[in-house]
Every structure is written in structure tokens, then in C-alpha cells.
């Protein structure tokens, strides 16, 4: 499971914007479906992580917004949700990903002392 280092990997850099040892109240990530992260996974081991480096227990919110690809055979833009899926519209897998490969902090709320 990359998820576990994924989460420490995380965690490591949210330490170094907010300070080592500060409680974390909610973290809220971005992941694509093109990550190849399990969000379930992510999330099973990420409270665990927090506590043991010291940071709390936070909640962990993931937003998983759909991929925006881009067909290079007959030029349709479409959301998609596989790296193995075709275009809609004629099959081709020749496309470009616009979006979808992220697994991003986007924000984090801190516990107030």
C-alpha cells in the first residue's frame, strides 16, 4: 500500500509550512482519478500517520473531481475516469490529460490553542 508513504509524504509537508508538532484540524486534498492513489486507502491511513508524527487527529476531506482529457484523434473533450478508457466518441486512447493526475493539499485548518 503506497498510500501509507504517500500520507507521510503528506504530512512531512504540511510540517514544513505550518511547524513541526502543530495540531492539524482538517486537511483537505485534491486527487485525481489518473493518480493512481486510492482516496479509501489515503484516507484509512492518514489519521494514524497524523497522531504518530504528533499532529492530531485530523479529519481528511478529498475532493476527486473527474479528469479533463483531451482527444488527439478527432480533437472531443471529454471527463474521463480510467487510463484505460477511449475516447467516447471514436475509442482512440491517443488523448492529452489536462487534468487528473493530482493529489494536491489544498488547504489545511490548524487547532487553535
Sequence with gaps: ???FSIAENILET?????GARTRLYEVHLIVGPLSGVSAD????CFTEVAHTRGLGSPTLTIDQPAARVHC???GVHYEG???YEGCPECGSLRREILTGH???VDWVRVEED
Design 72 to 74: 488527439l484523434e478527432c
Design 81 to 83: 475516469r480510467d487510463l
Design 14 to 18: 504540511i510540517e514544513t509550512q505550518v
Design 1 to 3: 500500500m503506497h498510500e
Design 102 to 104: 493530482e493529489c494536491t
Design 41 to 44: 486507502a489515503l484516507e484509512f
